[in-house]
């Protein structure tokens, strides 16, 4: 349970750009979500803008402020991770908890409960959602975990940021 009174996502606008591109700076975030320069983050997220964007991507608010990003999309729109993480009819997930003071909070659980319900609804005629965080992201499992998850299997993934050590591959199906 959050200690906040109201946690939610909405889909992310051309203001939370900036702010998205400084939390991925951060090195709490940095640590998991690898080195692509600002510039190259600027351009992803801006095309993410686009309402034909394969990524949807959201902004985790608490009471109504930015607290973090969460996106989802079909993992059969990206080939590579498709075959990598080798499930079935899945909808990947990523996200991100913008500031360390708001971590250990129950806010990812909450957000990831959220992000679940709604790529389903996004996606009806897929089954599954995953999310392949590092294995020493303890925070991000543990997330998981408490909202629904299954772990799966540990794989090395040559898409996964860091790419060094392993990744824990976790399942939510429909």
Known sequence: MSNYSQTTIRPIKAEDIEPLLDW????HVKQWWGVESAKTNRLKYQSRLL???LTR????????KPAGMIQCYRHCDYPDCDSEIGIDN????DYLIATPELTGKGIGTQA???MTRMALTLFPNLTTVVASPHKENIASRRALEKAGFNL???????SAYPAEGLSCIYERRR
Request: proline content about 3%; aromatic content about 4%.
């Open 90 to 93: 899945a909808i990947g997930i």
């Open 112 to 114: 990831i409960k959220m």
């Open 152 to 158: 799966v299997r540990e794989a090395k993934l040559a």
């Open 51 to 53: 309402a034909d964007a």
């Open 24 to 27: 991925l700076e951060a090195p």
């Open 57 to 64: 991507v959201f902004i985790i608010q608490v009471d109504h």
